[in-house]
């Protein structure tokens, strides 16, 4: 299986994204994650049934966006907890992002930020969603993605 997905990435299909070690400060070997380089492959394979796996798709579009804006990007862990996003800019700048659809459930905002609060230094956390409304929780900035996403970079 792992030959075949390997396949795919070097057909320029799929992008692997390597984890990090948030904690320990470095790049983790095994459990990378994949992402679509077009998003119309997906839709042409499973056709209407988007709706469904509306919270990932909305990471695969961050993913490809965070990719355009010429970013180094890992998928982070810190403990057992997974953050969505490390990114590293041109000039060494880090954030660290979380991605959800929508965290109107007390529960899901809680599950987001929890790999949030894990993580001792001081670089931007961001939570990104489709939520119209914005906010912060202890120091961590919630913002909606199509803000995010159509900001102009410095």
Known sequence: MSKYIET??????????NRYDIKGKRHLATLEKYYLVDLGFRNALIGGELASDTGHLLENI???????????????????LEVDFVVRNNEGYTQYLQV?????????LERELAP????ADHHEKLLITMDYDTGTYNGIKKINAIDWLTKNEK
């Open 100 to 108: 959800a659809q929508t965290v109107q459930n007390t529960i899901t």
């Open 116 to 119: 949030f609060d894990s993580i």
């Open 62 to 80: 961050i993913y490809l966006e965070l990719k355009r804006r010429n970013n180094q990007v890992w998928i982070g862990k810190s403990n057992n």
């Open 8 to 17: 795919l990435v070097e057909s320029y299909l799929f992008y692997k994204v």
